[in-house]
């Protein structure tokens, strides 16, 4: 019998925020905040390290309007805006999984937690 292999789906946006709130005042020469991408990329690479994932992707959230909105207005609109300092470096986030060749999993009108749930359950289907 074959071992079952390993998938982790990492919820990049929550990863995210906890990076950038976790360490503060981190910048580039240029005084670009870095400290999302530095935690962020510390936390992964320490993942990959210790579990050895077989399989592995960083999903994150949709840009466009999504689904839990459009069935319920007031879904998340208490919650603050995204800190620019933070939105500037989510591009960088993603050229850093590019660079480790780590799939970027986003579909649109859609949370990365929705899609996590998705693929899991479609994963163990497939065994």
């Given at each position: 019998?074959?071992?079952?292999?390993?998938?982790?789906?990492?919820?990049?946006?929550s990863?995210?925020?906890?990076?950038?709130?976790?360490?503060?005042?981190?910048?580039?020469?240029?005084?670009?905040?870095?400290?999302?991408?530095?935690?962020?990329?510390?936390?992964?690479?320490?993942?990959?390290?210790?579990?050895?994932?077989?399989?592995?992707?960083?999903?994150?959230?949709?840009?466009?309007?999504?689904?839990?909105?459009?069935?319920?207005?007031?879904?998340?609109?208490?919650?603050?805006?995204?800190?620019?300092?933070?939105?500037?470096?989510?591009?960088?986030?993603?050229?850093?999984?590019?660079?480790?060749?780590?799939?970027?999993?986003?579909?649109?009108?859609y949370?990365?937690?929705?899609?996590?749930?998705?693929?899991?359950?479609?994963?163990?289907k497939?065994?």
């Amino acid at each position: 019998m074959s071992e079952k292999k390993s998938l982790f789906l990492v919820d990049g946006m929550s990863n995210i925020f906890r990076a950038y709130y976790a360490i503060r005042g981190l910048s580039n020469s240029k005084g670009m905040a870095t400290n999302a991408i530095y935690g962020f990329t510390m936390t992964l690479r320490k993942m990959i390290k210790e579990q050895k994932p077989d399989y592995l992707g960083v999903v994150l959230d949709s840009k466009e309007k999504t689904h839990r909105q459009d069935a319920y207005e007031q879904y998340k609109a208490h919650r603050p805006e995204m800190p620019e300092d933070m939105v500037v470096q989510l591009p960088y986030i993603e050229r850093v999984c590019e660079a480790l060749r780590i799939p970027i999993i986003k579909k649109p009108k859609y949370e990365a937690d929705d899609l996590i749930g998705t693929l899991a359950v479609q994963a163990e289907k497939k065994g």
